[in-house]
């Protein structure tokens, strides 16, 4: 776990470089440490994980994640469904409504 807590990033770096270079450190350390013992936990499941927290658990905040990440990976038409979609409306108006 120390090469994480040393990690330096190289700015010169792509960005699909640096994410070769840090998400499979990244991963591998979560799925060490968040995991029960024993259970193998796909990089999905830890990705995931990630996601959740660094988003502070906030459901509008995740499924903008999940949008955006079918539109980078050229999916844009799966993600104007998606962000169409009722349960996607309904998670982004209850944000909405709660701030009126």
Known sequence: MTDLINLNIDQDLSTDAMVAAI????LTAIKQKAFVK??????AEALGLVVSKFCEW???TITEVAAQALEDSNFDALAADFRTSQ???HLHSESINEIS
């Open 23 to 26: 998400m499979p450190t990244l």
């Open 38 to 43: 024993g259970y193998e936990a796909t990089d």
């Open 58 to 60: 906030n459901s509008e």
């Open 87 to 89: 349960a996607y409306m």
